[in-house]
């Protein structure tokens, strides 16, 4: 059952991993459009609210996922989400939304 998990585990990872480099790709060539990710409008430079909020939820979704890799090949079940990811992801969404309402529009 080990040699499963493990075989299962690393499946996983190349799949993924497949994922991201095909989406890194189509941006990169300019087939995923993403001039206002991170703007409010085309001539506004970038949100700081909008940055914080992408940088954390890249970071908190890698840290679980290497948790989750380490926890799947020890016990085969998924680890609960830490209190302090869901308190930082909050937190981050809590400043987007506030950036968003009192953020003076143009």
Same mark, same amino acid.
């Given at each position: ?37 991170? %703007? &409010? #409008?085309?001539?506004? =430079?970038?949100? *700081?609210?909008?940055?914080? @909020?992408?940088? +954390? ?15 799947? %090949? &020890? #016990?085969?079940?998924? =680890?609960?989400? *830490?209190?302090?990811?869901? @308190?930082?992801? +909050? ?16």
């Amino acid at each position: 059952m080990a040699g499963f998990s493990f075989a299962a585990t690393i499946a996983l990872v190349a799949m993924l991993s497949a994922f991201a480099f095909v989406t890194l790709l189509k941006m990169l060539d300019g087939s995923i459009n993403t001039s206002g990710m991170l %703007a &409010t #409008g085309k001539e506004q =430079p970038n949100d *700081p609210e909008r940055i914080l @909020m992408l940088i +954390g939820t890249i970071a908190g979704a890698f840290a679980y996922f290497s948790y989750g890799l380490k926890s799947i %090949a &020890t #016990g085969g079940t998924l =680890p609960p989400v *830490p209190q302090e990811a869901v @308190m930082a992801l +909050g937190g981050s969404n809590f400043l987007y939304i506030f950036g968003k309402i009192f953020r003076p529009r143009k």
